[in-house]
């Protein structure tokens, strides 16, 4: 079970609410200062850029119906993404389940 906004950018389930990441490569706010390798690793594991000890990806992030993709088809996605115009647009950080039902609390 999930909600979702209009724009499909923030989910809210039993995981808190998590919202879609810019993928353009502005280097502060989108994947600018990520590498090949970070993003073939966030699909192959399911962790946070790719970092061994980088926290899970949430959903509904389906990562797992990427990971099977060969290199040659997540590098020629990776390409994509980088030939993108950077937009500067900060995502907000995931909201922890405790943290979002406090915030949805009547007061
Ligand atoms: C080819 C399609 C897609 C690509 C290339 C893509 C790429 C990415 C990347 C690189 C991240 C950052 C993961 C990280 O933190 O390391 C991400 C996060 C995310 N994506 Fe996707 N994504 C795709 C499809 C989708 C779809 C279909 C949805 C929703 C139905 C989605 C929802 C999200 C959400 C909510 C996050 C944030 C997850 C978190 O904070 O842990 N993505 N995506």
Same mark, same amino acid.
């Given at each position: 079970?999930? @909600?979702?906004?209009?724009?499909?950018?923030?989910? *809210?389930?039993?995981?808190?609410?998590?919202? *879609?990441?810019?993928?353009?490569?502005? &280097?502060?706010?989108?994947?600018?200062?990520?590498?090949?390798?970070?993003?073939?690793? =966030? %699909?192959?594991?399911? &962790?946070?850029?790719?970092?061994?000890?980088?926290?899970?990806?949430?959903? !509904?992030?389906?990562?797992?119906? =990427? &990971?099977?993709?060969?290199?040659?088809?997540? +590098? *020629? =996605?990776? *390409?994509?993404? +980088?030939?993108? !115009?950077?937009?500067?647009?900060?995502?907000?950080?995931?909201?922890? !389940?405790? %943290?979002? @039902?406090?915030?949805? %609390?009547? &007061?």
């Amino acid at each position: 079970m999930a @909600a979702t906004n209009g724009s499909l950018t923030a989910w *809210a389930g039993p995981w808190g609410v998590s919202f *879609a990441i810019n993928l353009t490569p502005d &280097k502060t706010t989108g994947i600018g200062e990520w590498s090949e390798e970070n993003f073939i690793q =966030m %699909a192959r594991t399911g &962790k946070h850029q790719g970092q061994p000890n980088g926290r899970d990806i949430l959903p !509904p992030m389906p990562w797992f119906n =990427m &990971k099977d993709l060969t290199d040659a088809d997540l +590098k *020629a =996605m990776w *390409a994509y993404l +980088k030939s993108l !115009p950077p937009v500067k647009n900060q995502v907000p950080l995931p909201i922890l !389940p405790l %943290a979002a @039902a406090a915030a949805a %609390a009547p &007061k």
